[in-house]
């Protein structure tokens, strides 16, 4: 019996075209991972951690899987890399393509290489904004708040706006 499990994922690209890279990335982790049951709206941000020329577009998914975080998180290495991310050795940079698991079902788990649900999302208004559109009443299992009051509470003043085509 296969167990399917609700991963909610967040996509980003600041290297043009971003708007194909979030695409391909779509279409790779709907082949790969799971099944796409919901897609936010796609917002535009500056880059945080580092200076760019070119905004951020980001856009969170929900999908459904019978795959282990582990190796969803192993299948995202690999859509990263076939859309040509390159991973800097410290620090933010620009990339064509970021995949971050946000939330595993209510699964807590933080080891070596990977933990869950994501340690940032609650400071960066560039996720949140998507994920309350998707799920607002979703519950952060570390925090015991749900998704809209981690938005309340975020510190990052940071403007997001939906993306204009």
Do not use: W
């Amino acid at each position: 019996m296969n167990c399917l499990n609700k991963v909610f994922l967040l996509l980003g690209s600041n290297i043009n075209p971003r708007i194909k890279y979030l695409e391909n990335a779509e279409k790779l982790i709907d082949e790969n991972i799971g099944n796409i049951i919901k897609l936010s709206n796609i917002y535009e941000s500056k880059a945080l951690g580092f200076e760019s020329d070119v905004n951020f577009i980001n856009r969170v998914l929900e999908v459904s899987t019978n795959l282990s975080a582990n190796h969803v998180l192993g299948k995202i290495f690999e859509i990263e890399s076939k859309l040509g991310r390159k991973r800097a050795a410290f620090g933010y940079s620009s990339r064509t393509i970021d995949i971050d698991i946000l939330y595993y079902n209510d699964l807590i788990l933080d080891d070596d290489k990977l933990t869950i649900p994501h340690p940032r999302l609650h400071e960066r208004r560039f996720t949140l904004i998507p994920l309350v559109e998707m799920a607002p009443d979703f519950n952060h299992p570390v925090f015991n708040m749900v998704n809209q009051q981690l938005l309340d509470h975020c510190s990052d003043d940071s403007v997001v706006n939906v993306y204009k085509c």
